[in-house]
């Protein structure tokens, strides 16, 4: 994973070099008032040709990494969710419901389309929030608005994405990192809605090395020419430090508060680490 991110780098970096065609057109204007017009358009020719070489030899080599980047976050499978097995909060799951969820689907496409905007940080000061049911159905109403959407089980601790949708998982995010697997091995399509989700399969013991690590970085990296919007379902920032972590992998973070549970001291707390523009907004969870 980490050599193809590099030649991705490399080609990116070297394909928006400038090139000397610029140079070439005025060369050969001067030249050709000094009366070796055509000795210096052959040169000038030459010079373009082998220009041009280079430039599709440049574009064949970021064409080549782009593809390898596709086969290696391909979602290793497609699984279609039983929806009598799936978690009860998962409204948006179903057709006639999750007409909230839409709503803020919308809030966040307009919001993309102002400011950059793709990898979101979905927290909860603590756990039992609703967090992952937010996220899950934020990125279920997000498909059917034609996004391309991935979620990320990044609460290593009491990860739930596969619970909640009824399923199982030979490979995981914390597995595909530790043994150097490509990133699609851990990516699951969840059919008929048309979202992919990167799950932890069980807690991991090392959250705050993995989360850390050249390899998680590279991964996002990776993955992340493939959609419109990374959601990423992450531990609750007062119990565990790994939020901070995952704060500079992200571009904003929404956050989720249970009505009648969460303290305004706790939702200071929560926000604190957090930049001013980071703030995406809150949801308000199990409003009467």
């Known amino acids: 994973?980490?050599?193809?991110?590099?030649?991705l780098r490399k080609a990116e970096v070297e394909g928006h070099a400038a090139g000397w065609s610029s140079f070439a057109v005025e060369h050969t204007l001067t030249s050709a008032s000094n009366g070796n017009g055509h000795k210096d358009d052959f040169i000038d020719y030459?010079?373009?040709a082998l220009d041009g070489v280079e430039i599709e030899e440049r574009n064949r080599e970021i064409a080549a990494a782009q593809a390898e980047r596709k086969s290696l976050t391909k979602p290793s499978r497609e699984v279609t969710v039983d929806t009598a097995r799936i978690a009860p909060p998962l409204t948006a799951f179903h057709t006639d419901a999750g007409e909230e969820y839409n709503r803020l689907a919308v809030t966040l496409i307009a919001t993309a389309g102002e400011r950059p905007l793709k990898r979101v940080?979905?927290?909860s000061a603590q756990h039992g929030e609703g967090r992952t049911s937010i996220t899950l159905n934020l990125a279920c109403s997000l498909a059917r608005a034609q996004r391309r959407v991935l979620v990320i089980d990044a609460d290593l601790h009491r990860p739930s994405?596969?619970?909640f949708l009824g399923l199982s998982a030979d490979v995981g995010l914390a597995d595909a990192l530790k043994n150097g697997l490509p990133a699609g091995s851990a990516v699951i399509r969840i059919q008929p809605f048309g979202f992919?989700?990167?799950?932890?399969?069980?807690q991991v013991k090392n959250p705050a090395e993995l989360l850390s690590s050249v390899s998680f970085g590279e991964m996002l990296e990776l993955l992340e020419p493939n959609y419109d919007f990374i959601l990423f379902d992450s531990p609750p920032p007062l119990t565990v430090a790994d939020s901070s972590l995952l704060i500079r992998h992200t571009d904003a973070t929404l956050l989720v508060i249970r009505s009648g549970k969460t303290t305004s001291g706790q939702i200071g707390r929560a926000v604190a680490p957090l930049a001013q523009e980071k703030i995406l907004g809150v949801v308000l969870n199990r409003a009467a």
């Open 1 to 7: 994973m980490g050599k193809v991110y590099e030649a």
């Open 121 to 123: 940080l979905v927290a």
């Open 196 to 202: 992919d989700v990167l799950p932890t399969r069980e």
């Open 46 to 48: 030459s010079l373009n």
């Open 161 to 163: 994405l596969l619970r």
